[in-house]
C-alpha cells in the first residue's frame, strides 16, 4: 500500500511508431481511417485526437491516408460513429 499523497503513476504519452493499434497489413498495406460523410455531423472532435494531424474539416472530417497511422484514436471517439478502419481507404 503507497502512503497518502504518493503520484498515481501514469503510462506514459504514445508517441508516433509505438502507438498499441498502429496497423500495418500482410502484403505492405495499411489501414487507415475511412468516414462516412453522411454520419458526420463535423464537431472537430477526431481532428484535436489524431496524433499525426492526418484529419481535416472539410463540412465533414477528411483523413489524408498517407498521414493516417491507423491507430483508431478517432474511431473510438467519433460520437456518430462515422469513422472506421479500412485497407486501402480513400477518405
Ligand atoms: S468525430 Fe465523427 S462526427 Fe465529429 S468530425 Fe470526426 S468524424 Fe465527424
Ligand atoms: S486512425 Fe484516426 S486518429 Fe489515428 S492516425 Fe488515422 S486519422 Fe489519425
Redesign the pocket.
Known amino acids: 500500500m503507497q502512503p497518502l499523497g504518493t503520484p498515481f503513476p501514469r503510462n506514459p504519452a504514445p508517441t508516433v511508431g509505438n502507438l498499441p493499434n498502429s496497423q500495418a497489413v500482410p502484403g505492405g498495406g495499411k489501414l487507415t481511417a475511412r ?1 462516412e460523410a453522411m ?9 484535436n485526437l489524431c496524433p499525426v494531424q492526418a ?1 481535416t ?1 472539410n463540412l ?2 477528411v483523413v489524408d491516408q498517407e498521414l493516417c497511422i491507423g491507430c483508431s484514436a ?1 474511431v473510438s ?4 460513429q ?2 472506421t478502419l479500412a485497407q486501402g481507404a480513400t477518405r
Not at 454520419?39 to 481532428?47: D, S, T, W
Open positions: 468516414v454520419r458526420c455531423m463535423g464537431c472537430a472532435l477526431c481532428l484529419i474539416l465533414t472530417a478517432c471517439a467519433c460520437p456518430n462515422a469513422i
